[in-house]
């Protein structure tokens, strides 16, 4: 187990900047329930001041994670793609026979997932969900010998798999990467935190100035193109500013950075589509202030992948 000491002098300056930030906006939040509502309940107040906590937590559960080690990077994205996967599975049409495909995936194929990310045998981790577990899932539902709407079941519960375990779990393998002259991988898994998070508070902000034209109203109508263009040259610039995090250069740092920012953008519309197709608003409630899991992670979920694949690519 490391010790504070122990965390590199970057993370050290990393948490200290964030916990800064945190106690800024938490007292204007707080500022603004007094001189605006007067201290009584506020629809849009209180829902910042519950995104605002939300962040705490997140904030700590990431330095906890940073002093604990890998170790405890794979046990929490471990359960939160247990936490993602139930919230997508109950949307779906299921049948009895869907069931041994539900207990395989939340007891088996999650726990085998990480388990192969923390022996570190990238052959298997990348190969097992995408092609075992996609024959195995619909054989074990062909034993009931139930067709109803089997192509709709079986295409759907895999791509709940793909999302939510098999992308997500690409956070959790950043910390087996083995790059030149770089050890400190709970950095990089910041750095994607950061960039990618970043990315949704700054678009949010630029579309509440000077948003006009949605990007997608039938998706995402809170979604503009001055939010997307604002947040996302802003969090490239703070991807460029972040380089000591990294094994990047400035310019490196915010090349990645912008992709980061558009995959994260199309992975949001990508799940407020399939949410929108579901009749929902959220994925759950889980999150106060930001809805369940999967509405927290819907632009890491695209971004982690491509962060991963690029920079085991180029700096290993």
């Given at each position: 187990?490391?010790?504070?000491?122990?965390?590199?002098?970057?993370?050290?300056?990393?948490?200290?900047?964030?916990?800064?930030?945190?106690?800024?906006?938490?007292?204007?939040?707080?500022?603004?329930?007094?001189?605006?509502?007067?201290?009584?309940?506020?629809?849009?107040?209180?829902?910042?001041?519950?995104r605002?906590?939300?962040?705490?937590?997140?904030?700590?559960?990431?330095?906890?994670?940073?002093?604990?080690?890998?170790?405890?990077i794979?046990?929490?994205f471990?359960?939160?793609?247990?936490?993602?996967?139930?919230?997508?599975?109950?949307?779906?049409?299921?049948?009895?026979?869907?069931?041994?495909?539900?207990?395989?995936?939340?007891?088996?194929v999650?726990p085998?997932?990480?388990?192969?990310?923390?022996?570190?045998?990238?052959?298997?981790?990348?190969?097992?969900?995408p092609?075992?577990?996609?024959?195995?899932?619909?054989?074990?539902?062909?034993?009931t010998?139930?067709?109803v709407?089997?192509?709709?079941?079986?295409?759907?519960?895999?791509?709940?798999l793909?999302?939510?375990?098999?992308?997500?779990?690409?956070?959790?393998a950043i910390?087996?990467?083995?790059?030149?002259?770089?050890?400190?991988n709970?950095?990089?898994?910041?750095?994607?935190?950061?960039?990618?998070?970043?990315?949704?508070?700054?678009?949010?902000?630029?579309?509440?100035?000077?948003?006009?034209?949605?990007?997608?109203?039938?998706?995402?109508?809170?979604?503009?193109?001055?939010?997307?263009?604002?947040?996302?040259?802003?969090?490239?610039?703070?991807?460029?500013?972040?380089?000591?995090?990294?094994?990047?250069?400035p310019?490196?740092?915010?090349?990645?950075?912008?992709?980061?920012?558009?995959?994260?953008?199309?992975?949001?519309?990508?799940?407020?589509?399939?949410?929108?197709?579901?009749?929902?608003?959220?994925?759950?409630?889980?999150?106060?202030?930001?809805?369940?899991?999967?509405?927290r992670?819907?632009?890491?979920i695209?971004?982690?992948?491509?962060?991963?694949?690029?920079?085991?690519?180029?700096?290993?």
């Amino acid at each position: 187990m490391l010790s504070w000491i122990q965390i590199s002098a970057e993370f050290q300056r990393l948490m200290l900047i964030v916990a800064c930030i945190l106690i800024v906006a938490s007292c204007v939040a707080y500022v603004l329930r007094w001189k605006v509502a007067l201290g009584q309940p506020h629809a849009v107040i209180d829902n910042l001041i519950a995104r605002i906590n939300a962040w705490w937590v997140m904030a700590f559960i990431l330095l906890a994670c940073a002093i604990l080690g890998r170790y405890a990077i794979l046990l929490l994205f471990s359960v939160i793609s247990a936490v993602a996967l139930t919230e997508y599975i109950a949307l779906l049409y299921k049948r009895r026979g869907d069931y041994w495909s539900i207990r395989l995936a939340l007891y088996a194929v999650i726990p085998m997932q990480y388990y192969l990310i923390s022996i570190d045998w990238y052959g298997m981790y990348m190969i097992f969900i995408p092609i075992y577990i996609f024959f195995l899932t619909p054989i074990l539902t062909l034993f009931t010998a139930d067709s109803v709407r089997f192509l709709e079941r079986t295409a759907k519960f895999q791509w709940g798999l793909m999302i939510c375990v098999f992308f997500i779990s690409h956070v959790a393998a950043i910390t087996t990467l083995k790059l030149n002259g770089f050890t400190n991988n709970i950095q990089l898994v910041a750095f994607l935190i950061l960039i990618v998070q970043g990315s949704d508070v700054l678009q949010y902000i630029w579309g509440k100035i000077c948003g006009k034209h949605a990007i997608a109203p039938k998706l995402s109508p809170s979604k503009t193109w001055e939010g997307f263009i604002g947040g996302v040259l802003s969090a490239t610039l703070l991807g460029a500013a972040c380089y000591w995090l990294t094994p990047f250069t400035p310019v490196q740092a915010a090349l990645m950075s912008f992709i980061l920012c558009i995959m994260g953008f199309f992975g949001g519309l990508v799940m407020s589509a399939i949410k929108r197709d579901s009749g929902i608003k959220d994925w759950g409630n889980l999150i106060e202030g930001h809805g369940g899991m999967l509405d927290r992670l819907d632009s890491i979920i695209f971004s982690a992948p491509v962060f991963f694949h690029l920079t085991r690519y180029f700096w290993s």
